[in-house]
């Protein structure tokens, strides 16, 4: 893909260890090693929103209550669970970390546009965390979706928790806009935007929704906390306000927030099928048309959430057609994915388990997600445990399988070792059985009707329940092996990793394996299309 | 705060020259601030589209109440402070100008008048406050001969409020990477994009207002 | 046809069925066909030897890629038209749809007939006759599902939504609150009765209670609304104090309110007083105090109650029905003493929830939740420890030691109405609530 940077540097010296210290880790401005960061904390989090879930599940393993006494705290705990998983772990998720780590050195960039500007955006991250955790002493019991008016009447510190989040949206909003203009202005020369790779292709739209919507949100959270300070009337009903205004709001953000998400995935797994396969990426530029439109469709299509929330029938229909044309591109995106592996040369690494994995799963979430999109057949589902095992198909599926994919596909670059191919397959087999384990019964319930967010339920659901505890606990086992794995190997591996050891053509694999300070000795001059595997005369097995 | 990635009083850097950034050179940092602004201003104008969004929502609620609640509203302070960022605007893009021709000392009285008319505004503003917390016309402080207004009142405080919070910020900006630097003789023709993205902020901060005058105080 | 929703209850079931099916058979061909061919294409090409082998430069393909562009929207198209079909029927009610009025409120449903009847926890209805759910909601957002019926609309305080559908068969059907409303959101349950016709219009017809409420004068309609409505709760008629001013000479009073302003009891501010109880507070009153009664009274209703207030001048005593207490209907044998009290909290006869909450947060009293044990300053500064002895005084003697910063508005009507036992076990239940 490149002229290939110059080798003339020491190889021992890398962003790794040219600084040494605590501190010059916390106060970097290596776009790195702030990956790093953002890796453990947001790592935290998943693991706190994990035991959560775990909680949960455990709750609901039996009918009547079972280790939770009360009510009060089997919905804090869904709320936490929600909460931190969504607002702590998936949004900041591959974005903050990865594309932290891969965007300047996949356009051939010696750090993002503005690098204190994105250690600003990781303290900003802190702060909203910190706050977050403060609100947990009196933790709150609206589900994440804070609707009003339970959320401003509740007696728990919601102020505090949707202040946390507008904070929080605040550090997405500053990553999104370093990550446009970083794409915009630092590409390397040669690299035009028809070269660009998929994973940055997807960034770009992951960053222009995070810059969009996110302010949206804020605002309307902002907003809750005015409502419950001092009565401003705009979502009580109580007091002359619109609690369906609040939902069109909420949900103007965190539709678009489901391809915060997942889009960044859809990249990495549109990087590691090509090299797995020794293909270039089929239809590259239907791929890329594709990420954008789902960029731009994804924001008239919000009020699929609402079908029966008290919306008009005109604006149900409205919704429920622009939904379908998310659907397109989302299918096309898989048709290509499959297609490169056609007369490909195909080895079974981790990352390219993950990534068929993800494909599997995530033509689970887009068929689906179809009922969904279903006027008739919505009306049934809102609101049951058929949404909740699609949005985990969706975001557990997608954007969770793509991290853990993207985390060990780059872990010989970040961390300069490679980790243990065995045990890694492993964690896979267990976190890919217990996923299905835990989500398809779910299904099965959502058809019989079980609605969300119950404490206790009526006795006929409790097989499908405790097949699905027992998922869930699985499915944790494989993701604590994966990252403990991960971990292990990053800290006390003995084996070197290489420059390049999967022969990617990828720009950040011309750099050595962990990179120098500012990635590239030489910036790069760019030549080629992103993919080109294989011979142009080459005829496959 | 602001997308400027670099420090502004460098004092390895001779007066005049841009500042030195390791990872760009310098017409592409110039390129990549002024980007990076535009698009922090369009995440600024989203998070007012949502107060808009909501004042109309309430207001095809609560038409009859939002009509006398606005006439409640001091059309003279509003149209003052209207005047008053209109000049202050003015100021602050001859300041640019200022800067282009490396007239420091411009800079400095022209940034100074803008944020003079910031403070002139918050005054007007918490003029404007305290008057309505005097006829019970405010959170806390309930009158209910104007409880009903509270609907148009709430979005009332919420969108002056916040404006007002920006305008602190605006002359925080203009003082800290305009005025300062401009002391020190920092700008001219080859380097002035601090001056120009503080100008482009306090544009921003005057155009909310364009709007919310009409909405609040005319249209009700 | 694959019946994966279960049994069909209404007549438009059928359709979300048939367009449930179709995406369904559609879902899982194309998930076995992308899936299978991309297994396909891993085992045939997979690498046998470990290496690298020489592949093509395939790029991509115009046709094909254009047919799977065209192919997903046209079955897009096709069921989309069949979400969109099933939803036209189940947002058609019928023009002689029979209404019946649903208030979904924390955490019970309770339904209203057209002529007057009231029930709550069970909706009943007759079979093959189209039914139309017009609903709001009192306090939050909650959604009522039926899923035997395919049909579901949220329920939102201070507007309505409706629902409707046609039974197809008699039975007893599960209804869920599926809008997340706090606490008991789990438990917000009701039953749908669907009975033969005549057996319907039996049920409905007895009914003297609410008929006798229509063919009323306004006073006494007012002094019936005065005990169903539960103004009882909080409003005396013989000068006591309670939540909110005495009933008795109310009419034509002055006073002066929260902010200072003075007001006088007329019509309109009766009416006002009844939607918009926070507009003007009288002094020395709980802003929060009641709940608005916005779409729950008609103007027929308030009206009778204004006149019942009228009627209230202290020349003759008047005395209500005992506002209860009604043993609840459900057994309480074979229940731990803390079950027992825990139903005698949320008896709707001893409103012991109207001013306490479970949940920490604060309404008119204290809330119970973490109560039991905890030390609390009383109003003369002294602090007492919330044991045994103080509940049993706070119940029987309400205004004896009241918790710093609350009002003396607890009525003291339960000393003889609970006895030592029904004490003894509401301690033990509010030990519970840590």
């Not at chain 1, 391809?259 to 396969?277: H, K, N, Q, R």
């Not at chain 1, 087999?429 to 996923?435: D, K, Q, V």
């Not at chain 2, 602190?168 to 020190?184: C, F, H, Q, S, T």
């Not at chain 3, 119940?395 to 918790?403: G, N, R, T």
């Amino acid at each position: 893909m490149a002229a290939h940077a110059s080798a003339a540097v020491n190889e021992e010296l890398n962003y790794l260890n040219w600084q040494k210290g605590i501190w010059s880790w916390l106060t970097s401005t290596d776009h790195k090693r702030i990956c790093f960061l953002y890796l453990f904390t947001i790592l935290l989090f998943f693991l706190a929103g994990g035991v959560a879930a775990l909680l949960v599940r455990t709750e609901l393993a039996f009918a009547g209550p079972t280790i939770i006494t009360d009510p009060h705290t089997y919905n804090v705990l869904f709320t936490m669970h929600g909460v931190f998983m969504i607002f702590l772990f998936v949004v900041p998720g591959i974005p903050a970390t990865l594309g932290n780590f891969l965007i300047p050195l996949m356009i051939g960039a010696k750090d993002v546009a503005f690098p204190r500007l994105n250690l600003l955006s990781y303290y900003v991250y802190v702060v909203g965390a910190l706050i977050g955790a403060v609100a947990m002493f009196n933790p709150i019991d609206t589900g994440w979706t804070f609707y009003a008016p339970y959320s401003t009447t509740t007696g728990t510190s919601v102020s505090l928790m949707v202040f946390a989040a507008f904070v929080l949206g605040f550090s997405s909003i500053l990553t999104g806009l370093n990550f446009i203009v970083t794409i915009h202005q630092l590409r390397a020369p040669g690299m035009t935007w028809m070269r660009l790779p998929v994973f940055i292709w997807a960034s770009y739209a992951t960053a222009v929704i995070q810059t969009v919507a996110t302010p949206v949100v804020g605002m309307t959270l902002l907003l809750i906390i005015a409502e419950r300070w001092f009565g401003a009337g705009i979502f009580d009903p109580s007091k002359g306000g619109d609690p369906v205004l609040m939902e069109h709001l909420f949900w103007f953000y965190s539709h678009p927030v489901v391809y915060i998400m997942v889009l960044p995935a859809f990249g990495v797994v549109g990087e590691i099928i090509p090299v797995f396969s020794r293909k270039p990426l089929f239809g590259y530029k239907l791929v890329v048309i594709s990420s954008m439109a789902i960029a731009g469709v994804g924001f008239i299509v919000w009020a699929h959430h609402m079908f029966v929330a008290g919306i008009s029938d005109f604006s149900a229909k409205f919704f429920s057609i622009v939904t379908f044309l998310v659907a397109i591109p989302t299918a096309i995106k898989v048709f290509n994915w499959v297609s490169t592996m056609y007369k490909g040369s195909i080895s079974f690494k981790t990352p390219m388990l993950y990534a068929m994995a993800f494909v599997f799963l995530f033509m689970v979430a887009g068929t689906t997600g179809i009922y969904l999109a279903m006027l008739g057949v919505d009306v049934y589902y809102h609101d049951t445990y058929f949404v909740v095992a699609h949005f985990h198909y969706t975001i557990q599926g997608g954007a969770v399988i793509g991290l853990i994919a993207a985390l060990h596909f780059w872990f010989p670059k970040m961390t300069g070792k490679m980790y243990n191919e065995t045990v890694s397959k492993f964690a896979f087999a267990a976190l890919f059985f217990g996923f299905n384990l835990t989500f398809i019964p779910q299904f099965m319930l959502g058809m019989d009707g079980m609605p969300r967010r119950y404490y206790d339920y009526p006795a006929e659901y409790q097989t499908l329940h405790t097949i699905s505890t027992i998922g869930a606990y699985l499915n944790g086992f494989g993701y604590t092996f994966a990252l403990a794995n991960l971990l292990y190997t990053a800290l006390f591996g003995k084996v070197k990793a290489p420059r390049n050891p999967y022969n990617s053509h990828g720009l950040e694999w011309q750099t050595q394996s962990p990179p120098i300070h500012e990635n590239f000795a030489e910036i790069p001059v760019v030549t080629e299309e992103p993919y080109n595997y294989g011979t142009p005369t080459g005829r496959g097995h | 705060m602001s997308a400027v990635a670099h420090p502004i009083v460098d004092h390895n850097v001779p007066p005049g020259e841009p500042p030195h950034i390791h990872h760009m050179d310098t017409p592409t940092a110039y390129g990549a601030a002024k980007l990076g602004m535009w698009l922090f201003l369009g995440t600024e104008i989203l998070l007012f589209a949502v107060l808009f969004c909501s004042f109309a929502v309430m207001r095809y609620y609560h038409l009859a109440e939002f009509h006398d609640a606005s006439k409640h509203l001091n059309l003279w302070a509003g149209g003052f402070n209207t005047v008053i960022l209109l000049i202050s605007s003015f100021t602050a893009a001859v300041a640019v100008t200022k800067a282009q021709k490396g007239d420091n000392a411009g800079v400095v009285k022209n940034f100074g008048i803008s944020i003079v008319s910031g403070f002139i505004f918050l005054l007007v503003k918490g003029y404007e406050y305290s008057e309505k917390a005097h006829h019970g016309m405010f959170p806390f402080v309930w009158n209910s001969d104007f409880y009903h207004y509270k609907n148009f009142l709430g979005l009332y405080f919420c969108m002056s409020g916040l404006h007002a919070l920006h305008v602190v910020i605006g002359m925080g900006l203009l003082y800290w990477y305009g005025v300062r630097p401009a002391m020190n003789n920092r700008f001219s023709g080859k380097y002035y994009t601090p001056v120009e993205l503080g100008a482009l902020y306090w544009h921003l901060v005057d155009l909310i207002w364009i709007y919310l005058f009409p909405l609040l105080y005319l249209v009700g | 046809m694959l019946g994966l929703l279960g049994q069909q209850g209404s007549d438009f079931a059928h359709k979300v069925d048939y367009a449930h099916d179709v995406v369904t058979i559609l879902s899982v061909i194309c998930t076995v066909a992308i899936v299978g061919v991309m297994l396909y294409f891993a085992v045939i090409y997979r690498q046998r030897d470990g290496k690298d082998h020489e592949t093509p430069r395939i790029e991509g393909n115009n046709t094909l890629e254009i047919i799977w562009t065209v192919f997903p929207t046209l079955v897009c198209i096709w069921v989309a038209w069949l979400g969109y079909d099933s939803f036209v029927a189940l947002r058609t009610p019928p023009a002689n749809a029979m209404e019946i009025n649903v208030t979904g409120r924390k955490w019970a449903w309770d339904f209203t007939y057209k002529n007057g009847k009231k029930t709550t926890g069970e909706l009943v209805v007759p079979v093959d006759e189209p039914v139309k759910l017009v609903m709001t909601a009192k306090d939050v957002l909650h959604s009522f599902f039926v899923p035997v019926m395919r049909t579901k609309a949220d329920v939102i305080p201070g507007r309505y939504t409706y629902e409707w559908f046609r039974p197809i068969q008699t039975g007893d059907f599960q209804v869920f609150c599926t809008e997340y409303c706090g606490n008991e959101h789990s438990k917000m349950l009701a039953r749908l009765k669907v009975l033969p016709k005549a057996e319907f219009e039996r049920w409905l017809a007895d009914d003297s209670e609410a008929r006798k409420l229509a063919s009323l004068k306004p006073s006494d309609r007012g002094k019936e609304l005065y005990v169903s409505k539960q103004c009882v709760t909080c409003h005396s008629l013989d000068g006591s104090q309670r939540v909110g001013p005495s009933w008795l000479k109310i009419f034509g009073k002055e006073g002066k309110l929260a902010d200072g302003s003075t007001y006088k009891v007329d019509e309109n501010y009766i009416r006002e007083s009844i939607l918009q109880p926070q507009a003007k507070v009288v002094q020395g009153y709980p802003a929060m105090g009641m709940p608005s009664y916005q779409g729950q009274l008609s103007d027929d209703d308030i009206t009778g109650l204004i006149e019942f207030m009228k009627t209230l001048d202290g020349t003759q005593k008047v005395e209500v029905a005992p506002a209860l207490p009604k043993k609840s209907a459900a057994s309480t044998a074979g229940m731990t003493p803390a079950e027992r009290g825990k139903a005698l909290v949320n008896d709707a006869g001893n409103m012991c929830a109207t001013c306490h909450s479970i949940d920490g947060s604060a309404m008119v009293g204290p809330s119970f939740k973490g109560l039991y044990g905890r030390k609390e300053k009383i109003s003369d500064g002294s602090e007492v420890t919330v044991d045994d002895a103080y509940i049993k005084e706070s119940i029987y003697k309400p205004a004896a030691k009241i918790v710093q910063g609350y009002g003396p508005v607890m009525p003291a009507m339960y000393e003889g109405k609970l006895s030592d036992q029904d004490v003894a076990d509401i301690t033990e239940y509010l030990k519970t609530l840590k």
